[in-house]
């Protein structure tokens, strides 16, 4: 696939260098991909999209759309964008807003714009408050509304920033299978989001940004999964075969018919799936540990490992000491 986002060791200082936004942050992005930018406030986040978008400059560093550099307006030209706390001239009803949003996205056939402008409304669920000024919409509609005029000139790539900011659960629901139905017509979408969970059900890949440094950057499933703890469908009933378990992990735990253990590297798996098999254990399945995005997340931030799991057994085995 092509590369639709493209930058290289991207830098941006504030207040005279004191302020770091961006620390040499390198991304690539490929189309047609849903992808998930995270970090805590002050992250750099909105300065690594503005970048993007043309409406700051780095200090340093090249960034690219489409393979056009970004300070070339023709970058933009297949771009949406929906920026997070947006506001609207609330005399204008929703219908009026999307005309003039199309306008100034180069939309000159009036027809195609109204067109266009009824189709995105009924595809948001705003259709029969099209009339209606937009001052009087709650958060959730305006958002809604937000969402239809960044997809209003059907751009090719799409930035959204806190998309789901202010929507119910059922809005969330029918935002998140539009982006899917987005991503099926082949559309990339840059996501900006708090919400790890929905993040985690519909992003290929993210990007984890803290201090203006690139952390790390994977698929979903790269980065909640952990090559260091696994869960075998085993029972292990024999305290001394248990303990044996232990000299060859770096940790383990045996309970409901099932062994975790977290291990150095694949040879230590070995030797325990070995000694299980010396003993007889019948092995119905080895699995990876699956954490949530939310968990990886918090531990790239705090600077922790996979390996670092295995306080978790520590920690349950110190609460059923005290319990006892």
Same mark, same amino acid.
């Given at each position: 696939?092509?590369?639709?986002?493209?930058?290289?060791?991207?830098?941006?200082?504030?207040?005279?260098?004191?302020?770091?936004?961006?620390?040499?942050?390198?991304?690539?992005?490929?189309?047609?991909?849903?992808? @998930?930018?995270?970090?805590?406030?002050?992250?750099?986040?909105?300065?690594?999209?503005?970048?993007?978008?043309?409406?700051?400059?780095?200090?340093?560093?090249?960034?690219?759309?489409?393979?056009?550099?970004?300070?070339?307006?023709?970058?933009?030209?297949?771009?949406? !964008?929906?920026?997070?706390?947006?506001?609207?001239?609330?005399?204008?009803?929703?219908? #009026?807003?999307?005309? !003039?949003?199309?306008?100034?996205?180069?939309?000159?056939?009036?027809?195609?714009? /109204?067109?266009?402008?009824?189709?995105? /409304?009924?595809?948001?669920?705003?259709?029969?408050?099209?009339?209606?000024?937009?001052?009087? !919409?709650?958060?959730?509609?305006?958002?809604?509304?937000?969402?239809?005029?960044?997809?209003?000139?059907?751009?090719?790539?799409?930035? /959204?920033?806190?998309?789901?900011? @202010?929507?119910?659960?059922? @809005?969330?629901?029918?935002?998140?299978?539009?982006?899917?139905? /987005?991503?099926?017509?082949?559309?990339?979408?840059?996501?900006?989001?708090?919400?790890?969970?929905?993040?985690?059900?519909?992003?290929?890949?993210?990007?984890?940004?803290?201090?203006?440094?690139?952390?790390?950057?994977?698929?979903?499933?790269?980065?909640?999964?952990?090559?260091?703890?696994?869960?075998?469908? #085993?029972?292990?009933?024999?305290?001394?075969?248990?303990?044996?378990?232990?000299?060859?992990?770096?940790?383990?735990?045996?309970?409901?018919?099932?062994?975790?253990?977290?291990?150095?590297?694949?040879?230590?798996?070995?030797?325990?799936?070995?000694?299980?098999?010396?003993?007889?254990?019948?092995?119905? #399945?080895?699995?990876?540990?699956?954490?949530?995005?939310?968990?990886?997340?918090?531990?790239?931030?705090?600077?922790?490992?996979?390996?670092?799991?295995?306080?978790?057994?520590?920690?349950?085995?110190?609460?059923?000491?005290?319990?006892?």
């Amino acid at each position: 696939m092509n590369e639709i986002i493209s930058t290289q060791n991207l830098t941006r200082h504030f207040n005279r260098g004191r302020v770091k936004a961006l620390q040499g942050v390198s991304l690539r992005i490929e189309a047609g991909k849903i992808f @998930g930018l995270l970090g805590p406030n002050g992250a750099g986040k909105t300065t690594f999209i503005k970048i993007l978008l043309g409406l700051q400059r780095p200090d340093s560093g090249s960034a690219t759309l489409f393979g056009i550099p970004v300070s070339d307006p023709a970058a933009r030209a297949e771009v949406g !964008y929906l920026p997070e706390n947006h506001r609207f001239p609330e005399f204008l009803s929703g219908a #009026a807003l999307l005309d !003039y949003c199309g306008r100034l996205s180069g939309m000159r056939d009036k027809q195609k714009r /109204l067109q266009r402008a009824e189709i995105l /409304l009924k595809r948001v669920k705003m259709w029969e408050w099209r009339s209606t000024r937009t001052k009087k !919409y709650s958060k959730g509609m305006v958002q809604r509304l937000g969402l239809a005029q960044a997809l209003l000139h059907d751009p090719q790539l799409i930035f /959204l920033d806190e998309p789901t900011d @202010g929507v119910d659960p059922i @809005g969330r629901k029918e935002i998140r299978d539009l982006l899917l139905e /987005l991503k099926q017509e082949g559309k990339t979408i840059f996501l900006n989001s708090h919400l790890l969970s929905e993040v985690e059900m519909i992003c290929d890949e993210v990007a984890i940004l803290h201090k203006g440094q690139l952390l790390r950057q994977g698929t979903v499933q790269e980065l909640t999964t952990s090559d260091k703890r696994f869960r075998l469908h #085993a029972h292990v009933g024999d305290a001394e075969l248990l303990q044996q378990i232990r000299s060859r992990a770096t940790a383990a735990e045996a309970q409901n018919g099932h062994l975790d253990v977290v291990v150095s590297n694949v040879q230590s798996l070995n030797d325990v799936i070995d000694l299980l098999r010396q003993h007889q254990v019948l092995i119905q #399945a080895i699995m990876p540990h699956k954490q949530s995005l939310e968990d990886s997340f918090f531990q790239t931030i705090q600077g922790t490992g996979a390996s670092d799991l295995n306080t978790v057994f520590d920690t349950n085995k110190a609460e059923q000491e005290v319990s006892a």
